[in-house]
């Protein structure tokens, strides 16, 4: 899409728009670990969300999407309530950023996301774009940590998903041939570059052709209940668990999960077990690609997929189809599903030389099972990027 001329049409205007483009990102390993202060990797890839837009000095703002249908209107001076529709995530921006800042100017504006929604967190992605956007019409000056600040709590305020820090933080802090290596306890992170050692590769960005809709109820509960199991662990080993709220498993050690778990609910155990594998698989994988290792990294990527599935128990019929097929592809190195994994999409890192055959093979068995999708199912290939340029 055209997205400067979608611009210069909606608003017909002389004026050339200003521009911020925010890349989505793939976190290979590391899955639902942030919101319980674990250790992520992750990469921004070179498909992202573009706004094209220019400020306004009355306070309104108007948007229009290149995927979605409809206008978004309202006054920086007067947010309305949250409407449940992609312009909620404008309205979350600007919430976000009053907070702490004098917020004068609004803007006309027209983004777009280059791929499908689903998994790769363009919700993180269209927040950071305008964050940038606002703060660059208003004079503000942002660090990239205040801008991760500034997303998250747009999404747990406003948008009310109680995410952690991965998706914000992959596609600020990344790097393009590194990956990113965060622990989201004290926010200290190191880019690993590609080792002279790995050979080619790349990454194939999997679309079941069902639409993804973040259940907030769904993912909240699995949020919770990795909750519960730090709070009622770290009360049977007579450790101080303060409130809820802010109970996490970081804070309770291995060895009293293995003492007390056949105390807890078995769903809450399987959510601890996925924590704590998650940690250590980051670290192996972190190793693996500092050595140049793709075989091995692409087998702690399936493990990861099978802990979410098994242990984070989500994944959608669609997906899990998906992961099994992902796991007899030659060609394919490793792969899990993307996000939530409520639809959407899957990743796989896999070998470019055999980019033709993994995608005629990926169609070819999961249409087998799901034909219905034939016209929505579709893959994309795509490299790793740097992270938000502000």
Known sequence: MDIYAEFKRKFNTSEEPLSVYCPYRIAPVGAHSDYQHGLISGFAINHGVEIKFLPTNDGSVKLYSGNFEGVTEFSVYELPQRSFNWGDFAKAAFVSLKRRHKIDKGLIGFIYGDLPVGGLSSSAAVLIAYISAISKINNIILTKADVIDFALYAEHDYLEMNVGKMDQSCEVYSKKDCLLFLDTLDDSYRLIPTSENMPPYEFAVIFSGKERKLANTAFN???DEAKAAAFALRAFADISYGSFKDSYMRDVPRSVFDEYKDKIPAAWRRRAEHFYGEFERVQRGAKAWENGNIAEFGKIMFESGHSSIYNWETGSPELKTLY???LKCDGVYGGRFSGAGFNGSSVALINP????????????????VYPQYENDFSIHFCRTADGVQL
């Open 221 to 223: 509960s699995r949020v």
């Open 324 to 326: 099994e097929i992902m």
């Open 353 to 368: 030389d055999k980019r033709e055959e993994v995608s005629a093979f990926l169609r070819e068995e999961y249409l087998k």
